[in-house]
Nanobody, 118 residues
């Protein structure tokens, strides 16, 4: 059974930094996409950062230059380094993985809460 477990969330003051991790357990093969989403209170879940197996990364405009996504394929782990945090970065951060071999499957973690105080 595949599980994604996020960690690293917490309370931080504006301007501070946090580092999130997402560990994938179970037989998943090599993920094509590892991504981070977030959901702020009262808002829809949105994509924050995406890392493809080919090395491409993409970021939401609101976090570009402040957040960095990385992955360790050997450890089946994704990371999100968040710097210069703002109150509007507050939300539950979810890890999302997509695999296509042998069939398309997607997986979600349960999320980790990030709270940025002003």
């Amino acid at each position: 059974q595949v599980q994604l477990v996020e960690s690293g969330g917490g309370l931080v003051q504006a301007g501070g930094a946090l580092s999130l991790s997402c560990v994938i357990s179970g037989s998943i093969g090599s993920p094509n996409v590892m991504a981070w989403y977030r959901q702020a209170p009262g808002k829809q879940r949105e994509s924050v950062a995406v890392s493809s197996s080919g090395g491409t990364t993409n970021y939401a405009d609101s976090v570009r230059g402040r957040f960095t996504i990385s992955r360790d394929n050997a450890k089946n782990t994704a990371y999100l380094q968040m710097n210069s945090l703002k109150p509007e970065d507050t939300g539950v951060y979810y890890c999302h993985v997509v695999v296509t071999n042998p069939v398309l499957k997607t997986y979600w973690g349960k999320g980790t809460l990030v709270t940025v105080s002003s």
